[in-house]
């Protein structure tokens, strides 16, 4: 019942312009709590006659109260309940509307960003270096969720922005990062759990982007050859390890007849540290892998690619298991 108190002299002291003047009004309760309110500025169409209310007045007020003009809240900051500071409740808000919105949390609206996915006509991905992936055609798919409307769409490449949303690649030496950006404007306000607007979280208008990639691989040989210096066509033929470092670990090699083992990759990742199997490491020299370099090598897409081929200097009459290169 204090509480109940609490809430009533809070309704009393919500300011107005043009409100009437209660004279001195008791208002007695439960354990004969009694609170007194002079010259408290109100704007109800019920006006308090009594000089003591029960709990029945009280609900009575409740259900058929209604303020005349507005009501503009001023309780310092913060909220009471789903009251906020600065909320104005419009003439013809009933009381009952009011003391319900204070004793009620508001739950503010969930406000969804918008998402974008970028896609492309050429699959994003890794390539063998210099591939030529021909006309880029670009698209791009918003989802405006609780966002505004889109006002703008703009493609990239590496950061350039495009005139349209394609371009062109002859030949692919360096990764490729394509991107769009999608201006939006800012989204409608959405009602809380009291069906009120409310704009806490709402979506301003802004920017969003997304982007992928082209990356360049490179091709690493593995393979055997009849004499100690494989040709390139012997290269060509061997088995491929896809990817960005000459690193290798596990590697079985199978041997027709007496054949050298090679393993060829791109120069520009360094020498070997070590070659080892199972049965210990191999020298590197001309006692174990030797060496030597193709500065002319054209991969399978015609790409110059120098590399770097060592050769075990043994000729192998079986398959050799378990080849670590570092």
């Avoid at 949390?105 to 210099?130: A, C, D, L, Q, R």
């Avoid at 030529?132 to 969720?145: D, E, H, M, R």
């Avoid at 505004?148 to 490449?157: C, D, E, H, I, P």
């Avoid at 000459?246 to 083992?261: D, E, M, R």
Wanted: hydrophobic letters at 35%; glycine letters at 10%; a positive charge.
């Amino acid at each position: 019942m204090k509480k109940l108190s609490v809430i009533i002299s809070f309704f009393f002291f919500l300011h107005t312009t043009n409100a009437q003047i209660l004279d001195t009004t008791k208002i007695n309760v439960r354990q004969n709590l009694n609170y007194q309110f002079k010259g408290l500025r109100v704007d109800t169409a019920v006006m308090v006659g009594k000089e003591n209310m029960n709990e029945t007045d009280l609900v009575n007020i409740k259900k058929n109260g209604n303020i005349k003009t507005p009501i503009t809240v001023n309780i310092g900051g913060g909220n009471i309940g789903g009251i906020n500071d600065g909320q104005v409740f419009t003439a013809g808000t009933s009381i009952e509307t009011i003391l319900n919105a204070m004793l009620t949390k508001v739950i503010h609206p969930n406000y969804n960003m918008p998402t974008v996915v970028i896609s492309t006509n050429v699959p994003f991905g890794t390539y063998e270096i210099g591939t030529a992936l021909g006309t880029i055609s670009l698209s791009s798919t918003f989802t405006q969720n609780d966002a505004g409307s889109l006002t703008a769409t703009t493609y990239y490449n590496n950061g350039t922005a495009l005139g349209g949303n394609s371009f062109l690649i002859n030949s692919l030496t360096s990764t490729v990062t394509v991107s769009v950006n999608k201006a939006y404007n800012t989204g409608a306000c959405k009602l809380n759990n009291l069906n009120n607007t409310d704009c806490y979280g709402q979506i301003t208008a802004g920017n969003i982007s997304a982007a992928n990639n082209y990356y360049i691989g490179y091709s690493y040989y593995i393979g055997t050859c009849a004499a100690p210096t494989p040709t390139d066509a012997e290269i060509k033929a061997a088995v491929v390890a896809f990817g960005s470092s000459k690193n290798k670990s596990n590697v079985n090699v199978s041997v027709s007849g007496n054949q050298y083992i090679f393993y060829a990759y791109p120069s520009t990742q360094g020498n070997l540290t070590r070659v080892y199997n199972t049965l210990g490491d191999f020298t590197l020299d001309t006692n174990g892998w030797l060496l030597t370099t193709r500065a002319g090598f054209n991969n399978a897409v015609g790409y110059n690619v120098p590399l770097n081929v060592y050769v075990l200097q043994s000729p192998q009459s079986g398959n050799v298991n378990g080849l670590n290169f570092q």
